[in-house]
């Protein structure tokens, strides 16, 4: 799992010793997608919450995020939230009262003060789909991970 300690250093360790370079497969083979499910939150309390997906990226690369800044939460914190939340499911593009609330099965909190371990989870928490469509993400994504030695395989893009 993405929180466990020295997750990111001991993948790199292990998987640039078999093969010399690391791949999203090698890693998605080793630690599961901590992102369980989205929501759209209008007017949403991100106080104290990482960033999360593009606008995570956005924010350390030259990838522009939406309006919609989404945002990383433990599945614990959002049942103890949701029933104030006002969930939408449909929204205007240019609406910048909509978030996008990624809940996780660890606390993103504590994954976000290890640079290495975050870039990981952000990355895995892309799915094949999200990936395969968007050509910037990717970019984004190898931009922020080749200084540590990974990187996305040429068939994503």
């Given amino acids: 799992m993405i929180n466990e300690p020295g997750i990111a250093e001991r993948l790199k360790s292990d998987l640039s010793e078999a093969t010399g370079s690391i791949s999203l497969t090698e890693v998605r083979n080793c630690i599961s997608n901590p992102r369980i499910r989205d929501f759209y939150v209008r007017d949403f309390d991100a106080s104290g919450l990482p960033l999360a997906s593009v606008s995570a990226l956005s924010e350390i690369s030259m990838l522009a995020d939406s309006l919609q800044k989404t945002y990383a ?72 991970l080749k200084p540590h030695g990974f990187a996305l395989e040429d068939s994503w893009f």
Wanted: glycine share 2%.
């Fill in 73 to 144: 939460i433990t599945l614990s914190d959002w049942l103890a939230r949701e029933r104030t939340l006002q969930l939408v499911d449909a929204f205007h593009f240019q609406d910048p009262s909509i978030s996008i609330v990624q809940v996780w099965y660890c606390d993103p909190r504590e994954i976000y003060l290890h640079e290495l371990t975050w870039l990981l989870a952000l990355t895995v928490s892309f799915t094949d789909c999200e990936l395969r469509s968007c050509e910037r993400t990717c970019g984004a994504i190898n931009e922020v």
